[in-house]
Nanobody
Framework: QVQLVETGGGLVQAGGSLRLACAASGRILRINVMAWYRQAPGRQRELVASITSGGVIDYADSVKGRFTISRDNAKNTVYLQMNSLKPEDTAVYYC????????????WGQGTQVTVSS
């Protein structure tokens, strides 16, 4: 079993910054891809950014130039640096990972609330 725990959410004014972290623990041989999703009230969960084991990164168009995803493989941790935050970034942010341990399973974290005030 694997646990993903997100930290770093909070309340910030428009234009401010937050840094989210997601640490994976448990039975892990390899984390193939880690990603951040978000879900705002009344909206579907959407992909914000992802990073593969090979370092290939993808961002949603809405966050390009403002958010940066990175990972520390030694710590099994993925980060999301969020700058120039906008009220429309308000959502619960979820960590997601495809993790191999003699078989690959997709995991979700519990989510962390990000609220951007205007």
């Amino acid at each position: 079993q694997v646990q993903l725990v997100e930290t770093g959410g909070g309340l910030v004014q428009a234009g401010g910054s937050l840094r989210l972290a997601c640490a994976a623990s448990g039975r892990i041989l390899r984390i193939n891809v880690m990603a951040w999703y978000r879900q705002a009230p009344g909206r579907q969960r959407e992909l914000v950014a992802s990073i593969t084991s090979g370092g290939v990164i993808d961002y949603a168009d809405s966050v390009k130039g403002r958010f940066t995803i990175s990972r520390d493989n030694a710590k099994n941790t993925v980060y999301l640096q969020m700058n120039s935050l906008k009220p429309e970034d308000t959502a619960v942010y979820y960590c997601n990972a495809d993790i191999s341990y003699y078989g690959q399973i997709n995991y979700w974290g519990q989510g962390t609330q990000v609220t951007v005030s205007s």
